[in-house]
C-alpha cells in the first residue's frame, strides 16, 4: 500500500491518546467525507450531559480514538508477531487497511442522541453503519471504492462480524476491543470520574493474535482485571445514572408525542419537521438518516416551545430546560402493581402515556461464551508460558465473581411535580411502600 500513504502523516491533537496518527490517504478522505463529520455534530453520551457537564463530546472523537487504539494494536502485531505462512495464526499486515476503515467507521450509522433515538425510531445504529458504508450514494462509499470494488462490503462485513479473519472482528467488536478501551478513557475524561480508567498502555504491550482470533499474555492478566471493574463501574456510576435516565426518558416521550400529532395531522401549519416526516412514517433512505443530528433536533424543540399543543410544549420545555423525571426503583415482581402508580399520575392531570415510563438498564461486565445464546460474546483468553489458552475467568477470581451477573434497575418514571401536589397526596406514601419492599428484598 506504498502508493496510498500520505508523503507526510497527518496528527490530530487528541485528550485521551495524546496524537492519533494518519499514514493512509483513504482514512484523511473518510475523515473528511460529509458523513464522517456529521459526527461532530453528535453527542457520544446523549443525555448524560444533563447530570455530567463536561461530556460534550461526541462520536467524532471516539471514533478517531477508536482507530487509533486498532493502528496501535496492528503496529504490535506487525511488529512482534508477524505471519510467515498462511496457517501460523499470526498477524497478516495486508488487514491492516480494512481493519483501520472498520474502526473508523464503526459509529457512523448512530442517529442523533445515540440509543435513544433507536429505541423510539426502531432503527440498529450497526445496520445504518453498514448502509452507508455500501451504499454507491454516499461520499464514504465512494471513498471507499478507490481501494478496490469490494472493500466497501469488505469493511461493512467486519461491523456484521461476518469477515473472515477473525482477529481483525474482535478488533473491534469483542468483550475488549478498540471500541470499549477508548470510550471508557473518554468519557471518564469528559464526565470528570475516574472510574473508566485502566492501564491501556499494559495492555498494548500484552495484547496478542492466535488463530482464533485475538488473546493476551498472561503477564498481562491484572490489567484486563483492572478493564473489566472500570468498565463495571462506568455501567453503574455514569451509563446508568438515574437522572441521565430521566432525560431519556422525557427526550422519548418528546419525540413519541411528535410523531403522534403528525399522525393525527397537527403538525401541519406549524414548524412542519420536515426532516422527521421519514422516520415517523417509516420510509426512510440514507440521504434521509445521514441529514439529521442533535443540533436539527434541538432546533425542532426549540421551535415546538409555541406549539398549540400543551403536552409536547411541556416535554420540550421539560427537556431543553432540564426538568427530569424523578424515579423509584421497583422490583420485577411488583410490575404488576405500577399501573396504580401510573393511574394516580393520571388523576393528578398527567396524561400518563406520555408522563410516565419504565426504564430498565441491565450490563453484563463480563460474560461466558454460550454458543446458543442470541449474541455469543467471544471470550477473553489468556496465553500461558507453554502456549495454552485459558478463559479469564478460570484464573481470575475477580472477573469469576462479575461473570455472567447483569447488573442494573428497574425503574418508573414520573413528574416531579407528583411529590408534592395536594392531588398526589397518596403518591408519595406509596412510593415509599415500594421503596420498602426493595429494602426488605436487598436486606434478605
Not at 47 to 71: I, K
Not at 134 to 156: C, E, G, I, Y
Not at 217 to 238: L, T
Amino acid at each position: 500500500m506504498e502508493s496510498d500513504l500520505l508523503t507526510r502523516e497527518k496528527v490530530f491533537r487528541d485528550p485521551v491518546h495524546n496524537y492519533i496518527h494518519v499514514q493512509h490517504r483513504v482514512i484523511l478522505d473518510l475523515i473528511n467525507t460529509p458523513e464522517f463529520q456529521r459526527l461532530r455534530r453528535i453527542k457520544q453520551l446523549g443525555t448524560t450531559s444533563f447530570t455530567f457537564h463536561g461530556a460534550e463530546h461526541s462520536r467524532f472523537g471516539h471514533c478517531l480514538g477508536v482507530y487509533e487504539v486498532t493502528r496501535r494494536i496492528c503496529d504490535t502485531f506487525a511488529r512482534n508477531y508477524p505471519s510467515t505462512s498462511p496457517d501460523d495464526g499470526l498477524w497478516d499486515d495486508q488487514q491492516r487497511l480494512v481493519a483501520l476503515c472498520a474502526a473508523l467507521l464503526h459509529d457512523i450509522g448512530h442517529g442523533p442522541y445515540s440509543h435513544t433515538f433507536e429505541h423510539i425510531f426502531h432503527t440498529n445504529h450497526e445496520i445504518w453503519t453498514q448502509k452507508i458504508i455500501t451504499d454507491p450514494s454516499t461520499h464514504v462509499n465512494q471513498v471507499l471504492q478507490k481501494v478496490s470494488p469490494n472493500f466497501p462490503d469488505q469493511v461493512a462485513s467486519v461491523i456484521a462480524k461476518t469477515y473472515p479473519n477473525e482477529q481483525v472482528v474482535q478488533m473491534i467488536s469483542s468483550q475488549i476491543d478498540a471500541d470499549r478501551m477508548d470510550y471508557l478513557l473518554r468519557d471518564a475524561y469528559y464526565t470528570g470520574t475516574q472510574y473508566g480508567m485502566f492501564d491501556l498502555t499494559r495492555i498494548m504491550r500484552v495484547i496478542r493474535p492466535y488463530a482464533g482470533g485475538i488473546a493476551f499474555n498472561i503477564e498481562g492478566m491484572h490489567a484486563v482485571e483492572d478493564y473489566i471493574v472500570s468498565r463495571f463501574q462506568m455501567y453503574q456510576q455514569v451509563y446508568f445514572h438515574p437522572v441521565s435516565r430521566g432525560m431519556e426518558v422525557i427526550l422519548l416521550q418528546l419525540l413519541h408525542r411528535a410523531k403522534y400529532l403528525y399522525e393525527q395531522g397537527e403538525m401541519a401549519g406549524f414548524e412542519m419537521p420536515s426532516l422527521l416526516i421519514p422516520f415517523f412514517e417509516n420510509q426512510i433512505t440514507v440521504s434521509d438518516y445521514v441529514r439529521l443530528d442533535d443540533d436539527v433536533l434541538n432546533t425542532y424543540f426549540n421551535l415546538w416551545r409555541d406549539h398549540p399543543d400543551a403536552i409536547l410544549r411541556d416535554l420540550v420545555h421539560r427537556f431543553l430546560d432540564r426538568r427530569p423525571f424523578k424515579s423509584i426503583i421497583f422490583a420485577p415482581e411488583q410490575q404488576n402493581k405500577i399501573h396504580y402508580l401510573q393511574e394516580l399520575v393520571q388523576n393528578a392531570g398527567f396524561n400518563q402515556q406520555f408522563y410516565t415510563a419504565i426504564n430498565n438498564s441491565f450490563d453484563l461486565p463480563y460474560d461466558l461464551y454460550r454458543p446458543s445464546s442470541k449474541e455469543p460474546k467471544t471470550q477473553i483468553e489468556f496465553q500461558q508460558h507453554d502456549g495454552t489458552l485459558e478463559e479469564l475467568s478460570t484464573i481470575s477470581p475477580l472477573v469469576q465473581a462479575l461473570s455472567g451477573r447483569q447488573s442494573g434497575d428497574h425503574r418508573f418514571y414520573f413528574p416531579k411535580e407528583m411529590l408534592a401536589a395536594p392531588e398526589s397526596s397518596t403518591f408519595a406514601p406509596y412510593l415509599r411502600e415500594f421503596q420498602a419492599q426493595i429494602v426488605n428484598q436487598t436486606l434478605k
